[in-house]
């Protein structure tokens, strides 16, 4: 029988508030799946610079979507489950997993033309040159939804206490779009839900890593106390 005093027991639970993380600041950016002209990485090495512990720069034909609402990015997973059930217990006596479905969902707040065009599920080779210039689009209707890569950096802190989150999804399709508002009080808004799926080619969902100077193992060591 054990004979730690709860004191002990609270000074081995490893806390640490630095790895509590608000994700006050955000990257998202968008290219064309399939594209052989975009380096998509597929290792964790490739998302950070091991010297600065800052992201990699994304390469050129990554489209920048620009604001998002303060709501920032919403994660989805859900797992689906099957029980087989015996008649002598009413627990089950076998579980099968049957599916797992990842969404992501962002409310773009800026109306530009990379958005729109988006809004429309047109694939990035049908999107402006640039997001700032005129656009203009025809609406034939769509025949099937576009796959898309996406690219998201999440910064927390500033400076040297700074920690990012790099994460790039190798292949996506809008499954869900949220109603537009168009009046005097309120900003228009794009709000997309992502589907998130493996990728044929790298037989990947996607890669993700977090690093930064704020790291824990990167800070200096607090000065001993004399």
């Not at 689906?80 to 599916?99: I, K």
């Not at 400076?159 to 399709?173: M, T």
Request: charged share 25%; hydrophobic share 35%.
């Amino acid at each position: 029988m054990t004979t730690a005093v709860i004191e002990e027991t609270l000074e081995g639970m490893d806390l640490n508030e630095r790895n509590v993380r608000k994700w006050g600041q955000a990257a998202f950016g968008i290219s064309a799946y399939g594209d052989a002209t975009v380096k998509v990485p597929t290792t964790v090495e490739e998302l950070f610079n091991p010297t600065t512990h800052k992201p990699t720069a994304w390469p050129q034909g990554v489209k920048r979507m620009g604001w998002i609402t303060t709501d920032g990015m919403s994660l989805g997973k859900d797992v689906s489950s099957n029980n087989t059930m015996g008649l002598q217990s009413l627990y089950p006596v076998r579980t099968d997993m049957e599916s797992i479905e990842e969404t992501l969902g962002v409310n773009f707040l800026e109306a530009n033309g990379f958005t729109e065009a988006l809004y429309r599920l047109l694939p990035v080779e049908a999107w402006p040159e640039t997001k700032e210039g005129a656009y203009g689009f025809k609406g034939a209707g769509a025949a099937d939804i576009p796959d898309y890569v996406l690219w998201l950096v999440l910064k927390d802190g500033a400076g040297s206490n700074a920690v990012y989150k790099h994460r790039v999804i190798h292949r996506s399709r809008i499954n869900g779009l949220e109603d537009r508002n168009q009046n005097r009080g309120d900003p228009e808004t794009f709000g997309c839900t992502f589907g998130l799926f493996r990728d044929p080619v790298s037989g990947l969902v996607d890669v993700e890593a977090s690093d930064g100077p704020g790291k824990p193992t990167h800070l200096a060591a607090p000065p001993t106390t004399p």
